[in-house]
């Protein structure tokens, strides 16, 4: 197997105009295909009115590719781009519940929280919540250490992910603004630098 075909995780990053109806339209590419989403957040972006898609796949980077390309035919689609784990830096956000009584009773639970960066974000007579940031396996590695204590609740959130040398979506709108539309010679000198302008 050649190193193009390995699979691995792939974050793909897609601006959007609207949201509504769109996600199930996104969903419905990746189930044709049977590939599996491992996370999807959405979120306001840095540009006021555009949204941002982030999902998280484990596939092999043509398939990675063909995919960015059939998101972009949606209308309300800007541009989808795709990176690795090493291009992004990313987080997820992690509630673990617990018996107050048990961490009342047991020292060793609460030096085990904050030596995993852990915060109690509420605390009651019957149960605490605690709250921690970090990659997939950092959460989950909490989860193991508090499962025998009679974990009563864990959830985990989808991974928002920021592209490390990506200069941001707004500088491509900036980029559309200065170019004067109208113009025949500035627009074919656009296209031929379209591949350049849309490149994070």
């Given amino acids: 197997m050649s190193h193009e075909e390995e699979k691995k995780e792939f974050n793909i990053t897609v601006y959007t105009e609207n949201q509504i109806g769109l996600l199930n ?82 020292v060793s639970v609460e030096r085990l929280l904050r030596e995993n960066g852990a915060r ?35 959830v985990r959130s989808a991974r928002v992910a920021i592209i490390k040398d990506s200069k941001g979506f707004n500088a491509k709108l900036r980029e559309f603004e200065r170019l004067e539309p109208g113009e025949e010679v500035v627009e074919n000198e656009y296209l031929n630098d379209a591949d350049k302008v849309f490149t994070m």
Avoid: M
Wanted: net charge negative; hydrophobic share 40%; charged share 30%.
């Fill in 25 to 106: 339209r996104i969903a419905i590419i990746f189930t044709r295909r049977k590939i599996n989403i491992d996370s999807l957040n959405t979120s306001p972006s840095e540009v006021s009115s555009v949204h941002r898609f982030n999902i998280v796949i484990t596939e092999t980077e043509d398939v990675v590719r063909k995919l960015c390309r059939q998101i972009e035919k949606q209308v309300e689609v800007l541009k989808a781009y795709y990176h690795t784990n090493d291009d992004v830096i990313w987080q997820e956000l992690a509630l673990y519940k617990l018996s107050t009584d048990v961490i009342a009773e047991k």
């Fill in 120 to 154: 109690a974000v509420v605390i009651r007579k019957d149960y605490t919540v605690f709250e921690t940031t970090g990659h997939r396996e950092e959460t989950d590695n909490l989860l193991n250490i508090l499962q025998p204590y009679g974990l009563i609740e864990f």
